[in-house]
């Protein structure tokens, strides 16, 4: 599993051949095959491994944090400690996304993430209760899209504040719109 985590995350899972995951992992293709069932099976467990990990931090980061908008926040500066780390080639489930077929194994795993993300940022939005939870959660969203993608093809881990920043306006604007 590490070895095609590795291997996935560094350089796709459309690129990358069983053959190379099981010369990396030292392993007998059958053992491979016994284990995971297909490439497709293989990709499935790299991504959601990716997204239990992910949702680990996330749920720990904003556990933290007592209020609404600092939980948000957190999501923001854990994004920071993302992007800063070695070898940060961006969002795993976007860039398996982009390689995927309809019906793969890495999209399905990949709507679940996304159905995740999506459910936290509105979730968090509405302990705010701002008038448009929901919009407000969609914002967040494309804020943390945003600065995925601008931290890898910029190769700029500070675009993680400039999201904070920007998700602190938009909900000092939802909750004082909401109290006017």
Same mark, same amino acid.
Request: charge should be negative; aromatic fraction near 8%.
């Given at each position: 599993?590490?070895?095609?985590? *590795?291997?996935?995350?560094?350089?796709?899972?459309?690129?990358?051949?069983?053959?190379?995951?099981?010369?990396? #992992?030292?392993?007998?293709?059958?053992?491979?095959?016994?284990?995971?069932?297909? *490439?497709?099976?293989?990709?499935?467990?790299? !991504?959601?491994?990716?997204?239990?990990?992910?949702?680990?931090?996330?749920?720990?980061?904003? &556990?933290?944090?007592?209020?609404?908008?600092?939980?948000?926040?957190?999501?923001? $500066?854990? !994004?920071?400690?993302?992007?800063?780390?070695?070898?940060?080639?961006? @969002?795993?489930?976007?860039?398996?996304?982009? $390689?995927?077929?309809?019906?793969?194994?890495?999209?399905?795993? @990949?709507?679940?993430?996304?159905?995740?993300?999506? &459910? %936290?940022?509105?979730? %968090?939005?509405?302990?705010?209760?701002?008038?448009?939870?929901?919009?407000?959660?969609?914002?967040?969203?494309?804020?943390?899209?945003?600065?995925?993608?601008? &931290?890898? !093809?910029? *190769?700029?881990?500070?675009?993680?504040?400039?999201?904070?920043?920007?998700?602190?306006? !938009?909900?000092?604007?939802?909750?004082? #719109?909401? *109290?006017?």
């Amino acid at each position: 599993m590490a070895a095609a985590e *590795k291997l996935f995350y560094e350089e796709g899972v459309h690129t990358v051949g069983i053959d190379r995951v099981i010369e990396r #992992a030292g392993v007998a293709k059958g053992s491979l095959y016994y284990t995971f069932g297909s *490439k497709d099976e293989l990709v499935r467990a790299y !991504l959601t491994r990716r997204h239990e990990t992910l949702r680990d931090r996330i749920e720990a980061r904003v &556990a933290g944090r007592e209020s609404p908008r600092d939980q948000i926040l957190a999501v923001f $500066e854990l !994004l920071d400690e993302l992007f800063a780390e070695p070898g940060f080639r961006g @969002c795993a489930f976007v860039n398996a996304n982009a $390689e995927s077929q309809a019906g793969s194994a890495a999209e399905q795993v @990949c709507e679940t993430y996304r159905a995740w993300v999506q &459910a %936290l940022f509105v979730e %968090l939005a509405q302990q705010l209760n701002v008038s448009d939870a929901r919009a407000l959660g969609r914002q967040m969203v494309m804020l943390y899209d945003g600065a995925t993608v601008a &931290a890898q !093809l910029d *190769k700029d881990p500070s675009v993680a504040a400039d999201a904070r920043a920007a998700a602190a306006a !938009l909900i000092e604007i939802m909750t004082a #719109a909401d *109290k006017s």
